[in-house]
């Protein structure tokens, strides 16, 4: 009688021991969805001696974590930066400083590069040289049809400014006696803008299908040109560009950011300007909290934004205020910063 119950407890059990083991927290079946806390990163993979390793990558490799410095009171919850891009109102756009012409791109480096690739393919170019890691990619020497002179284009992909953005630039070269060599300035920029309108009109019809370069992605950073930072001064923007485009870019940003440049001083890197803010904006706006529901806090307030060379390619942008004309708060003038630094490319 005994052997008959603890037969029928068995049968009893046994169903739910065998759900605990298939579906139980160390299950067969059990979710497995949040595995990937509990991964650690492995070292590298050890080679021979001798042997090549410039293709072995990661194919997830851990991002970065890209967060703005924490300004003003660390006491107080940081409010969200405003909803503001240089390049938020359209895909493709055709930037020109000087006889520099380049196309700005929304999109990350590793989705332009494919594009760029299909765009050769279609038109019949052939590549001669390709290098992902560097984002460039020349092709053969080829006879247009208005003119007999064999020519050759170079494409460089490089980041934007902003995150996420990128860029396209065209050099143009004819075939001579003296070599390869690319020149500095493309021979016929006619030509390199043309083909350059080409290629941006191509990535525009086909943004929405295009694939993703792993290769590119993790040679060409997408986080950007553009960063803020903070010292013993002040906040400050953080541009890695050369002053000639800093200058430009930055007066733009201005326009773009609601402000009136009343005079400017090139040679110290120095723009006067006040802040006229929107037509349509009104007190319940992003920069309502900084002041009076009212009144735009830096309005009237004659301000001075410095450009600074830390770098041949890397400025420093401060703001300040003119003495006895007003007066902003350390957190004001850290907000248009990042006002500015929002509408720069």
């Known amino acids: 009688m005994k052997f008959l119950k603890l037969c029928g407890l068995l049968l009893v059990l046994a169903p739910v021991t065998a759900c605990g083991y298939l579906f139980g927290d160390n299950g067969a079946f059990r979710d497995s969805a949040g595995d990937y806390r509990e991964a650690r990163e492995m070292p590298l993979m050890s080679l021979p001696e001798g042997t090549a390793s410039d293709e072995l990558v990661d194919i997830y490799p851990i991002p970065e974590i890209d ?11 940081p409010r969200p930066a405003p909803l503001v891009s240089a390049s938020a109102d359209q895909l493709v756009r055709i930037q020109k400083l000087g006889d520099d012409t380049w196309a700005l791109v929304a999109i990350a480096p590793g989705q332009l590069w494919p594009q760029l690739r299909s765009f050769l ?25 208005d003119d007999p ?6 494409f460089r992909v ?16 004819f075939q001579t006696s003296d070599g390869d060599a690319w020149p500095a300035q493309s021979d016929d920029i006619s030509l390199e803008s043309e083909l350059l309108r080409g290629v ?19 040679s060409i950073s997408a ?22 485009r800093a200058w430009a870019s930055i007066a733009r940003s201005l326009d773009l950011s609601g402000f009136d440049i ?29 002041g009076d529901d009212d009144e735009h806090p ?16 890397r400025m420093i942008i401060r703001m300040s205020y003119e003495e006895g004309g007003g007066s902003l708060s350390r957190e004001q003038i850290e907000a248009l910063l990042v006002l500015i630094k929002g509408n720069i490319n």
């Not at 002179?149 to 170079?154: A, E, V, Y």
């Open 298 to 313: 830096a309005d009237g307030v004659p301000l001075i934004v410095d450009v600074e060379t830390q770098a041949p390619e």
């Open 200 to 218: 941006a009109q191509f990535v525009a019809n086909s943004a929405d299908t295009a694939p993703v370069s792993m290769m590119a992605e993790q």
């Open 67 to 77: 967060s703005e410095p924490q300004f003003g009171d660390a006491s107080k919850v």
């Open 158 to 173: 490089e980041r934007g400014v902003q995150r996420g953005n990128s860029e396209l630039h065209v050099l143009q070269m």
């Open 262 to 290: 009343t005079d400017r001083n090139r040679s110290e890197g120095r723009y006067y300007l006040r802040y006229v803010g929107d037509e349509d904006e009104d007190g319940s706006g992003w920069f309502a909290w900084l």
């Open 121 to 145: 393919s279609a038109a019949n170019i052939d590549v001669a040289r390709m290098d992902a890691r560097a984002g460039i990619i020349e092709s053969t020497y080829i006879v247009l049809e």
């Open 223 to 244: 986080g950007g040109k553009v960063s803020l930072g903070d010292d013993d001064k002040g906040a400050f923007i953080l541009l890695e560009l050369p002053f000639d």
């Open 149 to 154: 002179r064999p020519t050759r284009f170079r």
